[in-house]
Every structure is written in structure tokens, then in C-alpha cells.
Nanobody, 118 residues
Framework: QVKLVESGGGLVQPGGSLRLPCAASGTIFPIISMGWFRQAPGNQRELVASVTRDGTTNYAESVEGRFTISRDNPKNMVYLQMNSLKPGDTAVYYC????????????WGQGTQVTASS
């Protein structure tokens, strides 16, 4: 079984920054990609950023230029650096890992609340 633990959320003023780490443990199959999703009340869960093992990144348009995803492959960790936070960024942020060989599976963390509000 794969366990993901994300943290680093909290309350921040608009324009502030937060850094979210996610640690994966118990991974027995290769990790294909790691990423961050978020879900605000009344909204669908959406992709924020992802990174493949070779370092290819993908960002949602709404966060591009403000957020940066990075990973530490040997440690099976992924980070989300969030700068210039806006009230619209307020959501529960979830770490996700896709791992497997022939039939990859997705694994999710429990989520961490990020609130950008004055």
C-alpha cells in the first residue's frame, strides 16, 4: 500500500506564500508522475500542477507563473511552492501519485487546507 502525507497548508494573506510538501511511502512500483490537485467547496477537483519522473511539468492556467512544482525522486517527495496567493486559490490541496508498471494506480493524500484571505 502507498501512503501519501501532505502538509504545509494554512491561512495566509493574499499575496503571501506557502510551500506544500508531500511524502510518499510504501511505493513498490515505479512512480510515473506526482502532482497536486485542489478542490474548493462546490467545485470539482482540478489539477494544479504535475511533474513526471523526467521532470516535465504541467500547470493549470490559473496558477502558471505563481506556483512551482518540484520533486525529489530518491526521496519520493513532491513540493508545491505557492507564491502570490489569491483568494481564488483557497481550497483543499491533495497530493497524488500515479505508480505502477502495467496497470498504474492513483494514490491520494488526505488533503491540506489552504486559505488565502484577509
Amino acid at each position: 500500500q502507498v501512503k501519501l502525507v501532505e502538509s504545509g497548508g494554512g491561512l495566509v494573506q493574499p499575496g503571501g506564500s506557502l510551500r506544500l510538501p508531500c511524502a510518499a511511502s510504501g511505493t513498490i512500483f515505479p512512480i510515473i508522475s506526482m502532482g497536486w490537485f485542489r478542490q474548493a467547496p462546490g467545485n470539482q477537483r482540478e489539477l494544479v500542477a504535475s511533474v513526471t519522473r523526467d521532470g516535465t511539468t504541467n500547470y493549470a492556467e490559473s496558477v502558471e507563473g505563481r506556483f512551482t512544482i518540484s520533486r525529489d525522486n530518491p526521496k519520493n517527495m513532491v513540493y508545491l511552492q505557492m507564491n502570490s496567493l489569491k483568494p481564488g486559490d483557497t481550497a483543499v490541496y491533495y497530493c497524488k501519485v500515479r505508480a505502477g508498471i502495467f496497470s498504474p494506480s492513483d494514490y491520494w493524500g488526505q488533503g491540506t487546507q489552504v486559505t488565502a484571505s484577509s
